[in-house]
């Protein structure tokens, strides 16, 4: 004959007293109701989890309140989920953000305008693209005049198109070392040290960037004083200048930087995409 030694703690257990509580009950309780809440636990934290995964994000946000089935007696049952809910606002939070940056890129692409370097102004060791779109730096210097419009010694040129936007006036200082801030007409945000991004105020400001940018787009509210830079990629506000008094036209402002045997890639206008999706 045989015999099953399969026993659990209720079948060995003279009084009934739970395990985990140490709760003393005078008929074996069912525990049907543990499961229960062990189960439902089980089920948020796996959608706590899945939160984290952005394209099951919409998806989830369409079930986090979905009703409980009603074939099962959820009598004194309480599940506590303040953790979990506190996530989902977290998270609720992030993509309100992300989504309102790309939707001001989407609007701001309706602006864009088509930027070339002024070879007229560029330092005499930036080698420009025959279409006036890519820049670098070279070892040596080229056969051009000293015309005032040209930089020196600084590495810099700016954008032929000369209108009513752009990061720094059109009378920026041209020779001798630029002092580039606000105060001197220049709204700028700089790479410095392979990894460092710094906003030209006075004083400077650190950046601290989630992601290396690789594309920048620049937008100018001329009237309402604004220039903001954007990560494209990331759709990502880096920084904005604000309570800017512009009275004059401005020019787009580059420089690629000496080269420093380590910044031989060349600095390059890109084409603004009206195809980009915004979500």
């Not at 809910?85 to 790309?102: F, G, N, P, Y």
């Not at 420009?128 to 005032?148: A, F, G």
């Not at 830079?229 to 020019?251: E, H, M, P, Q, W």
Request: proline fraction near 6%.
């Amino acid at each position: 004959m045989s015999e099953d030694y399969s026993l659990t703690h209720w079948d060995t257990s003279v009084s009934y007293t739970c395990p985990v509580c140490k709760k003393e009950f005078t008929t074996r309780p069912p525990i049907a109701v543990n499961n229960l809440v062990s189960q439902m636990l089980m089920k948020r934290k796996y959608e706590a989890e899945q939160l984290f995964r952005p394209e099951d994000r919409f998806q989830l946000f369409q079930h986090v309140h979905s009703p409980l089935p009603a074939t099962k007696d959820y009598t004194e049952v309480i599940v506590h989920l303040s953790s979990y809910e506190e996530t989902a606002l977290t998270v609720a939070a992030q993509m309100k953000d992300q989504i309102r940056d790309k939707l001001k890129m989407k609007r701001m692409k309706q602006f864009a305008v088509d930027v070339t370097f002024d070879p007229l102004t560029a330092y005499n060791k930036l080698n420009l693209s025959d279409d006036r779109k890519q820049v670098h730096m070279s070892d040596v210097k080229n056969n051009v005049p000293d015309n005032p419009e040209r930089f020196y010694p600084c590495a810099n040129v700016l954008g032929k198109q000369s209108f009513s936007s752009g990061v720094v006036k059109k009378s920026i200082k041209r020779k001798g070392n630029v002092t580039l801030s606000p105060k001197n007409g220049c709204w700028i945000v700089v790479l410095r040290e392979g990894n460092k991004y710094v906003a030209c105020e006075n004083p400077s400001i650190i950046l601290h960037l989630k992601c290396v940018p690789k594309k920048v787009g620049v937008f100018v509210d001329y009237e309402g004083g604004v220039i903001s830079f954007y990560d494209v990629g990331a759709a990502a506000l880096i920084y904005s200048f604000t309570n800017c008094s512009f009275t004059y036209k401005l020019r787009p402002f580059f420089s690629p930087c000496l080269k420093n045997d380590n910044n031989a890639a060349p600095l390059i206008i890109c084409p603004v995409s009206q195809s980009d999706e915004v979500l």
